[in-house]
């Protein structure tokens, strides 16, 4: 049972990136899905949720209107879209199991998201 996060890279300011989250091992439509980012020197953050039932989301209002969370179940996949990305995304992202960090069940790995010129 895992969540495998991908899709981080470098990229230049107001550029785009998606970030996926599959799972593996259980189904993920079961789930709240959440994207954490912890940035440089920075402490854990929740960016993005998106329900298991009805799809609402939530987001940081950091990243609102940049950031549209979204879920494909027939693919157990949650993505991160990101758009207008600034210098101060730059963070290690991970996905988990729930909106909340400590209730979580499962994380992904992280995957690294640099915005620099």
């Known amino acids: 049972v895992q969540l495998q996060a991908s899709g981080g890279g470098l990229v230049q300011p107001e550029s785009s990136l998606r970030l996926s989250c599959a799972g593996s091992?259980?189904?993920?439509?079961?789930?709240?899905i959440a994207w954490f980012r912890q940035g440089p020197g920075k402490e854990r953050e929740g960016v993005a949720c998106?329900?298991?039932?009805?799809?609402?989301?939530m987001y940081a209002e950091s990243v609102k209107g940049r950031f549209t969370i979204s879920r494909d179940n027939d693919k157990n996949t949650v993505y991160l879209q990101m758009n207008t990305l600034k210098p101060e995304d730059t963070a290690v992202y991970f996905c988990?199991?729930?909106?909340?960090?400590?209730?979580?069940?499962?994380w992904g790995q992280g995957t690294l998201v640099t915005v620099s010129s």
């Open positions: 988990a199991s729930d909106c909340f960090a400590g209730s979580a069940d499962y």
């Open positions: 091992g259980f189904t993920l439509g079961y789930y709240n």
């Open positions: 998106i329900n298991m039932a009805n799809e609402g989301t």
